[in-house]
């Protein structure tokens, strides 16, 4: 008899966790993983979520007007009144609209749904990770800087406890919860919060001061035992996503809890045999895109006059430069070929260079090529920055640091030379997994570089989600900076659905 689980998925973003269960496919079972509630407080990335829970309805039976609204050939609205049935039951499961835990308006109605949902048999799980802002490194440094900021006063530190509500509520058999590395190190009070962190979500009703309920094992899914070198606690539950084929360097602490009544401990995620997926094999099939300028008045011309200027300028500090500067006429005739920016949809050109199990993940027959997929414009100083930088990556195999950037390229910052801004413009290198994909590619470009120097830009959305592994029907709604915020701080797609396999063995037995 098949198997269905339920989910229940918190602080959803754009749903890159349930996309990787919702995708998932047993031998027993096709698709046993059903979301049934998603959360997710923040406007543009809700509306993409429900787009996605609307998709899902249909399975492998998509309609060709989901694909018309996906170029733009029809809205939104007219999608959804072509299909009333499905559309009510993806803004059903996404909760009618944005909702935060912990609001006591929407708790009100998320808990009454959650309490409604419960009233089903069988097997629930729970998965999401609270914000990460108050634990990410970049967010404690900018909290530092803020006049009479506490840790123990911020509120953030303690959105997992929202998660606990949630698990006392549903008491699922299994849950994942994912964070930023910096939850390892992050304080309160002087003391480490991950520890705490820990001992509450192994016993959620102790931790809200009530009685009864289940506990919780806490497992890591990594092969790694070990504490880090320095002993650090925590360090077992870091996983490297490019050690699961996933084409990014991205390290995150992921728990798998464990109902106590289940006996069975978990196996760990098998690392990929297939060679390392890097972001070449991921993005050589997007359509080359020109970046734009975003000053002084944007045309093909007046880009291709930048470039050549960029070229130029490079090509006369020579041997300083680092860098041989006669690849830098192929680079202008490539460039030349470059006058779109790309758009809401653009028509495939060119295969897919991926290998099978890649395509099969990301490719759609019925979309017939890219959506999200428009570059934006930079000055015409960083435009020279990124096309030497892409050139010197290209000839050196790495990213310029700040000590290898000619003078006449710097940035005029006073603290450039401080040794704060040593890795402050980076490559995509070609054949290697990409750097991680953060939410800060939504504020400037200089950490996502496109590998060709003859495109000048950084990446666009499209290529930030094949990089984290978003198939390529997943459209992000809202304007290009929500899409990018989204993009970046969702959980690569492709290894949710190797953990969900691992949820699935557990609650098969």
């Known amino acids: 008899m098949p198997m269905n689980v339920s989910v229940v998925d918190l602080f ?18 096709s698709y ?59 803004i059903e499961e996404t909760l009618g609209g944005p909702r935060a835990l912990g609001d006591k308006a929407d708790d009100k109605l998320i808990y009454k749904q959650l309490r409604n949902l419960c009233k089903e048999n069988g097997h629930w799980v729970v998965i999401g990770g609270p914000p990460c802002q108050a634990y990410s490194l970049v967010g404690r440094a900018r909290n530092s800087g803020i006049d009479g900021y ?141 970046s734009g300028l975003s000053k002084g008045g944007d045309s093909p011309d007046a880009w291709l006059e930048a470039v050549e200027g960029a070229i130029a300028k490079i090509s006369k500090i020579g041997i300083k430069s680092g860098i041989d500067v006669e690849p830098l006429i192929s680079v202008a005739k490539k460039a030349k070929a470059h006058t779109s920016r790309g758009a809401r949809f653009l028509p495939r050109k060119r295969e897919f260079r991926g290998d099978e199990h890649a395509a099969s993940w990301y490719l759609d027959e019925g979309l017939k090529g890219f959506v999200n997929h428009e570059s934006r414009g930079h000055i015409v100083d960083d435009l020279t920055r990124y096309l030497f930088c892409a050139e010197y990556a290209r000839q050196k195999g790495g990213s310029p640091r700040a000590s290898e950037f000619p003078k006449a390229l710097a940035p005029n910052h006073a603290n450039w030379g401080s040794g704060k801004f040593v890795d402050r413009f980076k490559v995509q290198l070609a054949g290697k997994p990409s750097s991680t994909i953060t939410s800060h590619i939504s504020k400037d470009g200089h950490y ?60 098969s037995v």
């Open 150 to 290: 506490a840790p123990e006063n911020d509120h953030r530190h303690f959105l997992y406890e929202e998660y606990l509500r949630v698990l006392t509520t549903v008491e699922p058999q299994v849950f994942v919860m994912e964070n930023v590395k910096g939850i390892l190190s992050s304080k309160v009070n002087g003391k480490h919060i991950f520890p705490t962190i820990l001992d509450d979500l192994g016993n959620p009703r102790r931790a809200l001061k009530k009685r009864g309920g289940y506990k919780y094992k806490i497992y890591s899914l990594s092969h790694d035992d070990s504490e880090g070198k320095k002993g650090q606690v925590g360090a077992k539950y870091i996983l490297r996503a490019e050690d699961y084929g996933i084409p990014q360097a991205r390290h995150r602490v992921i728990l798998l809890g464990v109902r106590e009544d289940i006996s069975i401990e978990p196996n760990r995620l098998t690392k990929s045999s297939l060679p390392q997926s890097t972001a070449e094999s991921v993005l050589a099939d997007c359509p080359p895109l020109r």
């Open 448 to 507: 996502f570089i496109h590998p060709d120097p003859a495109q000048c830009r950084s990446l666009t959305v499209r290529e930030a989600a094949r990089l984290q592994t978003f198939p390529d029907n997943y459209f992000f709604e809202g304007n290009r900076t929500q899409q990018y915020v989204q993009v970046g701080n969702a959980v690569p797609p492709l290894l949710a659905n190797q953990i969900a396999k691992i949820v699935y063995q557990v609650l």
């Open 32 to 90: 046993p993983f059903r979301i049934k509630l998603s959360v997710e407080k923040e406007v543009s990335a809700h509306k993409t979520l429900q787009l996605r829970a609307f998709y899902r309805q249909f399975r492998k039976n998509v309609p060709l007007e989901y694909y018309h609204y996906l170029e733009g050939k029809i809205s939104r609205e007219q999608l959804f009144s072509s299909y009333s049935v499905e559309a009510a039951q993806a």
């Open 12 to 29: 959803a973003g754009p749903g890159g966790l349930g996309e990787g269960f919702s995708a998932f496919s047993g031998k027993r079972s």
